[in-house]
């Protein structure tokens, strides 16, 4: 099993910042990408930023410039600066993990979900 938690959400104010974090655990071996992905209300979940173990990221377009994504060991960090209203989402964060309990194969897993909400 491989557990991922997630914290750092909350309410703050347009421009403000917030910082992510998703420690996973458990059965975990090898892992190639981490990202954080987003859902707002009546909107399909969206890939916010990704990075893989070489350290190469990307970013959504709406969040280029302001959103920074790092990882350390079997964690991943989401830097949130200039937040606008409408980065109110559920955040969610994402790996892929490959272990002999799947032999090998890269399996998906997903955190529960921190709730950012941008407002003044």
């Known amino acids: 099993q491989v557990q991922l938690v997630e914290s750092g959400g909350g309410l703050v104010q347009p421009g403000g910042s917030l910082r992510l974090s998703c420690a996973a655990s458990?059965?975990?071996?090898?892992?190639?990408?981490m990202g954080w992905y987003r859902q707002a209300p009546g909107k399909e979940r969206e890939l916010v930023a990704g990075?893989?173990?070489?350290?190469a990221t990307n970013y959504a377009d709406s969040v280029k410039g302001r959103f920074t994504i790092s990882r350390a060991r079997n964690s991943v960090y989401l830097q949130m600066n200039s937040l606008k209203p409408e980065d109110t989402a559920v955040y969610y964060c994402?790996?892929?993990?490959?272990?002999?309990?799947?032999?090998?194969?890269?399996?998906?897993?997903w955190g529960q979900g921190t709730q950012v909400t941008v407002s003044s």
């Open positions: 994402n790996i892929d993990n490959r272990s002999p309990a799947t032999a090998w194969i890269p399996r998906v897993y």
């Open positions: 458990g059965n975990i071996f090898i892992i190639n990408t």
């Open positions: 990075i893989t173990g070489g350290g």
